[in-house]
């Protein structure tokens, strides 16, 4: 019997890890020339209705460009990441109801880091800070309700 409760948990929690991030369907919504995926659309259902849930666009050499996650309104909705051609992160930013709401952050190809950021409803709020291609800060800045601080 505890064997048969045990497997139906296991069962239960994957199943609910499965559903989480389980699209309706996929849909390549452009290609370049040479039928390399240009876009990649990932639908979810809201109700009844069906909705793009998730974009990755792509560079012609096959790596992930753009991907992120929009809501039900089509708004961008969760983490957004932008990508050198080389796969390395360009940039990554937070996004609730399609206005930035969290942390920025950019990095200069080398992987060094190039600014950090925070938003709260499309302003920057808290300290701005950049730095040099070599990992040295250059400045940085306090911003409230995206206005600076002094």
């Known amino acids: ?13 994957s199943a609910v890890l499965v559903s989480c991030d389980h699209y309706s369907k996929k849909e390549i ?3 370049y020339s040479d039928s390399i995926p240009k876009i990649e659309y990932f639908y979810k259902f809201y109700g009844n209705k069906e909705y793009i849930a998730k974009e990755v666009r792509y560079f012609p050499n ?15 909705h969760g983490k957004w990441t932008r990508y050198y051609e080389n796969g390395k992160k ?16 950019e990095w200069y190809m080398s992987g060094e880091k190039t ?36």
């Not at 950090?116 to 730095?131: A, F, H, S, T």
Request: aromatic fraction near 14%; glycine fraction near 8%; hydrophobic fraction near 35%.
């Open 1 to 13: 019997m505890k064997i048969f409760k045990f497997l139906s948990i296991i069962f239960i929690v």
């Open 29 to 31: 919504a452009m290609y």
């Open 62 to 76: 096959k790596t992930v460009m753009i991907e992120g996650y929009f809501n039900e309104k089509g708004e961008k």
């Open 90 to 105: 360009n940039s990554e930013e937070e996004y609730v109801n399609g206005l930035k709401n969290g942390k920025s952050v």
């Open 115 to 150: 600014f950090e950021v925070n938003y709260v409803n499309d302003m920057p709020d808290g300290k701005w800070i950049i730095w040099d291609e070599t990992g040295k800060k250059i400045s940085s800045e306090e911003y409230k309700n995206g206005q600076i601080v002094r």
